[in-house]
């Protein structure tokens, strides 16, 4: 069993719709979670830390729930930008090393 | 501010060529990373450095050597290329070990050995 797994997708939305990514990860010990984007070609970018009682950032809404082992991101109204592959990142309880998932990839259509 | 910057963006090797990659970062960073990104496989830690002078492996070290002889240079080393190092290679900094502090990428080194 990966450490970090993600559905690869892609989700396929229309403009404006909401579009939820889970995320599970084994290591119960893990400290903090990320998400990050990463655009075709190109490197991946911090998008949103992940906290506990779940936190908001504009359209964008993380969600860790630690007794299931999973994190959550949900984006609202999604805009044509929004396409990308989107990596859930879990930090392990040493704090000193990222383990990745394999990414969801997101395809916002017109 | 140019961040964290790899050298070279491109590169093809014959198995069995040596090669290194640079890695640069202009933040003062204590942490560097090295990652390689395969389909379908996410990023996978190689070696990482906690500061100057120090290194560590990482997830899938075997075939690669790292120096940091300086704070500002992580270098990635691969003494003799095999296909299976076929890749994306990126480098990443970050301000110190904390969890809550993001990783700064490079824009990625994409390898491929013939």
């Known amino acids: 069993r990966k450490e970090v797994e993600q559905d690869p997708g892609p989700f396929n939305v229309p403009e404006g719709a909401t579009v939820a990514f889970n995320c599970t990860y084994s290591?119960?010990?893990?400290?903090?979670f990320f998400w990050y984007r990463q655009d075709c070609r190109k490197e991946p970018k911090l998008l949103m830390s992940?906290?506990?009682s779940g936190n908001e950032d504009g359209r964008f809404t993380a969600q860790l729930n630690r007794a299931s082992q999973y994190i959550s991101l949900l984006i609202r109204d999604s805009k044509l930008s929004d396409s990308a592959t989107y990596l859930c990142?879990?930090?392990?309880?040493?704090?000193?090393?990222?383990?990745f998932g394999g990414g969801t990839r997101l395809m916002v259509k017109p | 501010n140019a961040g964290v910057t790899q050298t070279p963006k491109f590169r093809v090797l014959k198995t069995g060529q040596s090669m290194t990659l640079l890695c640069a970062q202009d933040?003062?960073?204590?942490?560097m990373y090295w990652y390689r990104q395969d389909p379908g496989m996410g990023l996978r830690l190689i070696h990482y450095?906690?500061?100057?002078?120090?290194?560590a492996k990482g997830e899938v070290p075997d075939g690669y050597n790292v120096s940091r002889l300086k704070k500002q240079n992580f270098l990635l080393g691969l003494e003799s290329a095999a296909p299976s190092q076929t890749s994306v290679y990126f480098c990443?900094?970050?301000?110190?070990?904390?969890?809550?502090?993001?990783?700064?990428f490079g824009d990625g080194t994409r390898l491929s050995i013939l």
């Open positions: 990142v879990v930090c392990n309880n040493a704090g000193n090393m990222l383990t």
């Open positions: 992940v906290y506990s």
């Open positions: 990443a900094s970050s301000e110190d070990r904390k969890g809550n502090q993001p990783q700064h």
């Open positions: 450095s906690v500061g100057e002078g120090t290194t």
């Open positions: 290591n119960s010990a893990s400290q903090s």
């Open positions: 933040m003062n960073h204590e942490y």
